[in-house]
């Protein structure tokens, strides 16, 4: 449990970080597409591969579409899962309804403003890994119950 408990601190505030750069720059990398700065910017490293400057450009385009309001509201539920991972670090069963919550919040909001401009969807990975780790907990927690409440099986 604690090794599930530390994976998910180091992502929230992980992603905190990248939540919050990402707020920020996008708005700059558009601006840099549109004036051509981009693939000035990638200029010294002409050497590369062009199906790999290809690449870059259109991961950059594809970023450049995602509406900045993603990355604020996914810095708000990775804060709030953050929260919810110490509680739980704590004991408190109630972080793990915040951290659920903030979850299915992630995967809400990745469906509304980045799943779409993903082509093949990475909607199942993620939901994968959310459930996994919800389950995981939802059943240390049910055990920590069952430790703590024994039925009298008589």
Same mark, same amino acid.
């Given at each position: 449990?604690?090794?599930?408990?530390?994976l998910?601190?180091?992502?929230?505030?992980?992603?905190?970080?990248?939540s919050?750069?990402?707020?920020?720059? &996008?708005?700059k990398l558009?601006?840099?597409l549109?004036?051509?700065?981009?693939e +000035?910017?990638?200029?010294?490293?002409?050497?590369?591969? +062009?199906? #790999?400057?290809? #690449?870059?450009?259109?991961?950059?385009?594809?970023l450049?579409?995602?509406?900045?309001?993603?990355?604020?509201i996914?810095l708000?539920?990775?804060?709030?899962?953050?929260?919810?991972?110490?509680?739980?670090?704590?004991g =408190?069963?109630?972080?793990?309804?915040?951290?659920?919550?903030?979850?299915?919040? #992630?995967?809400?909001?990745?469906?509304?403003?980045?799943?779409?401009?993903?082509?093949?969807?990475?909607?199942?990975? =993620?939901l994968?890994?959310?459930? &996994?780790?919800?389950?995981?907990?939802?059943?240390?927690?049910?055990?920590? =119950?069952?430790?703590?409440?024994?039925?009298?099986?008589?």
């Open positions: 449990m604690t090794i599930l408990l530390v998910s601190f180091i992502n929230a505030c992980w992603n905190i970080l990248s919050l750069v990402a707020y920020f720059y &996008i708005p558009s601006t840099m549109e004036n051509g700065q981009f +000035e910017m990638l200029a010294p490293f002409s050497g590369m591969n +062009e199906e #790999m400057t290809k #690449m870059m450009t259109d991961s950059a385009t594809t450049s579409q995602i509406n900045p309001n993603y990355y604020l996914l708000v539920l990775f804060v709030a899962s953050l929260v919810g991972v110490i509680m739980m670090f704590k =408190d069963k109630r972080g793990f309804h915040i951290y659920s919550i903030a979850q299915i919040g #992630m995967l809400i909001d990745a469906s509304v403003f980045v799943y779409p401009l993903q082509h093949p969807s990475p909607f199942v990975s =993620d994968l890994f959310t459930s &996994i780790f919800i389950l995981l907990y939802y059943l240390y927690f049910k055990r920590m =119950d069952m430790a703590q409440n024994p039925q009298n099986p008589e």
